[in-house]
């Protein structure tokens, strides 16, 4: 079985990202690296892009301590052991107050409380099999976003039990946050990859940064000061077999999956990341009054 946190990498090692060319400027510089367990990378054009790429590492593992599943002593993992966290980081309150969002507009199908479900997934075909009917139903029983209360002084947990799993944001929304701080320093032409892509600006060829979906022979999108994410059902499976996607849908308690692949481009990552997640789960008619401005490509 592999994790999420893996799966997250794998679909940002699918999409290729652009080339510097021969007419690349002298002051473009490229870092690469991880975020939230995914391959990371950012491309700048900037006469100072060393000291701009070392605050936006900086920056990214700052939103790491507030956001990881995996680090001991994150605020999302003290909010999970304890059931409640005080005096939250405003980015945390400012990323549930989107996830909320997200959670209204899809119907329920985008909710971050499915990490008790997934933990009852993974440790049941950890030993070869699939959870029974009971402790899928125990799972349901602290799933839904009811279950979270949050303000600027504290977030809350309403049972025992529930827990939340930002893994289908997190990285959109980190992506953002990076792009901003390098745009307040003055960089105009930037892509920060954090396992979600966000594109401001023209690539170093002075054309439309342009990423790739899928496969080698994939479909091409070009991006403008926008954000793309993907998301893909059996991109990562419980069981052995490949059969039994990651993706859970969080209204029924089973793993869920209309479409093999889905891509959203829209203004930013946290928007992107989190419809991509979610549409797996919708119809198209479901989608197409969910999605709004962004763009939403199926597979």
Same mark, same amino acid.
């Given at each position: 079985m592999t994790t999420r946190r893996r799966f997250l990498s794998i679909v940002a090692g699918a999409v290729a990202l652009p080339v510097i060319g021969a007419r690349a400027s002298a002051n473009v510089a490229q870092w690469h690296g991880i975020a939230l367990g995914a391959e990371a990378q950012i491309i700048l054009d900037h006469p100072d892009a060393d000291r701009l790429i070392a605050s936006a590492v900086a920056e990214i593992k700052r939103l790491e301590s507030i956001f990881s599943l995996y680090q001991t002593d994150s605020q999302l993992t003290r909010l999970n052991r304890d059931s409640v966290l005080e005096n939250p980081a405003f980015e945390m309150i400012e990323l549930l107050s989107i996830c909320s969002a997200l959670n209204a507009r899809t119907s329920g199908a985008f909710d971050p409380t499915v990490q008790t479900l997934w933990s009852t997934y993974a440790e049941a075909y950890a030993t070869g099999v699939a959870p029974d009917a009971g402790s899928i139903e125990k799972a349901m029983s602290v799933t839904g976003w009811r279950h979270v209360q949050y303000s600027a002084q504290r977030i809350s947990f309403d049972r025992a039990g529930v827990?939340?799993?930002?893994?289908? #944001?997190?990285?959109?929304? #980190?992506?953002?946050?990076? /792009?901003?701080?390098?745009?307040?320093?003055?960089? *105009?032409?930037?892509?920060?990859?954090?396992?979600?892509?966000?594109?401001?600006?023209?690539?170093? *060829?002075?054309?439309?940064?342009?990423?790739?979906?899928? *496969?080698?022979?994939?479909?091409?999108?070009?991006?403008?000061?926008?954000?793309?994410?993907?998301?893909?059902?059996?991109?990562? /499976?419980?069981?052995?077999?490949?059969?039994?996607?990651? #993706?859970?849908?969080?209204?029924?308690?089973?793993?869920?999956?209309?479409?093999?692949?889905?891509?959203?481009?829209? *203004? $930013?990552?946290?928007?992107?990341?989190?419809? $991509? /997640?979610?549409?797996?789960?919708?119809?198209?008619?479901?989608?197409?009054?969910?999605k709004a401005e962004s763009q939403v490509y199926l597979r």
């Open positions: 827990r939340l799993t930002l893994n289908g #944001i997190a990285q959109g929304f #980190i992506a953002d946050k990076v /792009t901003n701080l390098l745009r307040d320093n003055g960089v *105009s032409n930037v892509l920060v990859n954090t396992g979600e892509i966000v594109a401001s600006g023209t690539a170093p *060829s002075g054309d439309e940064w342009r990423v790739k979906l899928g *496969s080698d022979d994939g479909q091409r999108v070009s991006l403008q000061n926008a954000a793309i994410a993907t998301s893909a059902p059996l991109g990562t /499976t419980f069981d052995v077999n490949g059969k039994v996607g990651h #993706i859970l849908d969080p209204r029924t308690g089973y793993p869920g999956g209309v479409w093999s692949g889905v891509s959203v481009v829209a *203004s $930013s990552a946290a928007e992107a990341d989190g419809l $991509s /997640t979610a549409f797996c789960l919708m119809s198209e008619s479901e989608i197409e009054s969910s």
